[in-house]
């Protein structure tokens, strides 16, 4: 980054942070805007913060079992089409209607079939699971066709050239694949909370909103951003070291 | 055409296991209902479907419509000012890496259970990717083509409505695809947590009462016209995307 926009940035973020403040304390934006240091005093409440991060082990818990489930099959259903060519068609088109299904309203099917308690974690891994196959099946076919020959000519069979090259070389697609993932986890986690599970950080926003506890509501919620761009972050750094070393 | 037939077999593959596991485990229609009980509900009672779809689909339509336009003014903006792009776009990333569904709650407080709110959020949510990806596509101009409009002494506003607006158009009709699935979820969840009206409600309300075969019915009504927004805003992305090819 320049200097010059990490002055900007900086400064953007002085004066969001510094208007938030002055307008919560003013209460122009009425009673359900608070200011800045009145949420972040939840954090120092050791009740609150105690629930918050009871809260936030159980989400990230049903958050992180879908996010692996919906990645190890998307990736494992992906190496499979990628076999089984005959069966792609029916798959991509299926993957790009889940990816356009909005989560909630896969809600009331999933509290029959998995039960309020894992419907969280099945929310998550239903979009993990397509974006992961997609972007499995992007990255396997990615593969450099000179090095495809190359292998062919030297006698590589088709499983050492799926482990040795294919799987390499969709490296970086399928890391990208998990960065957008690991948002849609989260939203599919909460979401899921909503239909009745027993904790949560998304049932701790539902109680917040509806007994006007503004800043926990709002608390919590910063509790949930931060998760997810601690992930979305991480995964970056990893995404960026794959295509640097293949690419 | 048999292609395309072939191609949708996951789909009744989910249906057959449906319909085989509810006639398998025998359960009454409060536990499980088959998908049969569930499509017959959606036609004899379509009069139940039809009021709530039309006005997620308002909703979520014009809520679309206002957070495009916006994104796309506060993008020109950006593009005007550097001063106005280097403080906002750090925030609009940030934003569009969040999972802003969990935002709702917040708008729900702010603006308070009504049909307005809904609409607001809608708005709030697609604003971003609107912004992001139009900031992004007026700035990918074609190579050498800015230096052609300043060698003619082209003003800023002729720069603007006659070079990067043009090149803006790929990434704005990307945009609308990305808000259209964006604007029916957040809809949805808006009236699931308010019940104000609409499908998220209608499937909110009758989860409640047991009454399952119309939960998913609506649940499959809001799936279908999810889909239905995204492969129309897919064709208009397409048919733009070869214009410009």
Request: positive net charge; glycine residues 10%; charged residues 10%.
């Given at each position: 980054?320049?200097?010059?926009?990490?002055?900007?940035?900086?400064?953007?973020?002085?004066?969001?942070?510094?208007?938030?403040?002055?307008?919560?304390?003013?209460?122009?934006?009425?009673?359900?805007?608070?200011?800045?240091?009145?949420?972040?005093?939840?954090?120092?409440?050791?009740?609150?913060?105690?629930?918050l991060l009871r809260s936030a082990a159980a989400t990230l818990g049903s958050?992180?079992?879908?996010?692996?489930?919906?990645?190890?099959?998307?990736?494992?259903?992906?190496?499979?089409?990628?076999?089984v060519p005959i069966l792609r068609g029916g798959l991509d088109r299926m993957a790009v209607l889940v990816n356009a299904l909005p989560v909630i309203a896969l809600g009331p099917i999933?509290?029959?079939t998995a039960g309020r308690e894992d419907t969280p974690a099945a929310?998550?891994?239903?979009?993990?699971?397509?974006?992961?196959?997609?972007?499995?099946?992007?990255?396997?076919?990615?593969?450099?066709?000179?090095?495809?020959?190359?292998?062919?000519?030297?006698?590589?069979?088709?499983?050492?050239?799926?482990?040795?090259?294919?799987?390499?070389?969709?490296?970086?697609?399928?890391?990208?694949?998990?960065?957008?993932?690991?948002?849609?986890?989260?939203?599919?986690?909460?979401?899921?909370?909503?239909?009745?599970?027993?904790t949560g950080l998304g049932?701790?926003?539902?109680?917040?909103?509806?007994?006007?506890?503004?800043?926990?509501?709002?608390?919590?919620?910063?509790v949930i951003a931060a998760i997810t761009l601690t992930a979305y972050g991480l995964l970056t750094v990893a995404e960026r070291a794959a295509r640097r070393r293949i690419g | 055409m048999r292609r395309q037939l072939f191609d949708i077999w996951p789909v009744i593959l989910l249906l057959l296991l449906w319909q085989l596991w509810v006639s398998a485990a025998g359960y009454s229609s409060i536990v499980l209902v088959s998908?049969?009980?569930?499509?017959?509900?959606?036609?004899?009672?379509?009069e139940a479907y039809l009021q709530p779809a039309l006005r997620t689909l308002a909703f979520a339509l014009g809520g679309l419509a206002i957070g495009m336009a916006a994104g796309l003014i506060l993008a020109i903006a950006a593009w005007l000012s550097d001063f106005l792009a280097g403080i906002t776009t750090p925030f609009a990333l940030l934003l569009s890496a969040t999972p802003v569904v969990c935002l709702i709650p917040i708008v729900a407080r702010l603006f308070g259970y009504e049909a307005r709110t809904e609409l607001i959020a809608v708005a709030v949510m697609t604003f971003f990717p609107s912004f992001v990806l139009s900031a992004a596509g007026l700035r990918a101009l074609p190579p050498m083509s800015s230096d052609v409009f300043q060698v003619l002494q082209a003003s800023r506003w002729q720069t603007l409505r006659l070079l990067a607006l043009p090149a803006a158009l790929p990434?704005?009709?990307t945009a609308l695809r990305v808000g259209a699935t964006y604007s029916v979820l957040v809809a949805l969840v808006a009236e699931y947590l308010m019940q104000t009206g609409g499908l998220g409600t209608l499937f909110a309300v009758t989860m409640q009462q047991f009454h399952l075969a119309r939960a998913l019915g609506a649940s499959l009504l809001a799936m279908a016209l999810s889909v239905a927004l995204y492969e129309l805003t897919r064709a208009v992305e397409q048919s733009v995307l070869t214009h410009y090819r």
């Open positions: 980054m320049k200097p010059r926009s990490l002055f900007y940035a900086l400064l953007g973020c002085l004066l969001l942070l510094g208007a938030w403040e002055l307008l919560g304390r003013s209460g122009a934006l009425g009673q359900t805007f608070p200011a800045l240091s009145q949420v972040l005093s939840v954090y120092l409440d050791t009740p609150k913060r105690a629930l958050a992180a079992i879908g996010y692996a489930a919906g990645a190890g099959a998307g990736a494992a259903v992906a190496v499979f089409a990628h076999l999933l509290i029959i929310l998550a891994a239903v979009p993990v699971f397509f974006l992961l196959y997609i972007s499995t099946g992007l990255g396997l076919r990615a593969t450099s066709h000179r090095l495809d020959l190359m292998f062919t000519t030297l006698g590589a069979t088709r499983w050492q050239r799926l482990i040795k090259l294919e799987t390499v070389a969709a490296l970086p697609s399928i890391l990208s694949g998990m960065k957008i993932a690991a948002g849609s986890a989260m939203i599919g986690a909460i979401v899921g909370e909503w239909f009745g599970a027993p049932i701790v926003v539902l109680n917040s909103m509806q007994n006007f506890q503004i800043p926990l509501l709002w608390a919590t919620v910063i | 998908p049969g009980a569930v499509f017959s509900d959606l036609l004899h009672f379509p990434q704005l009709a």
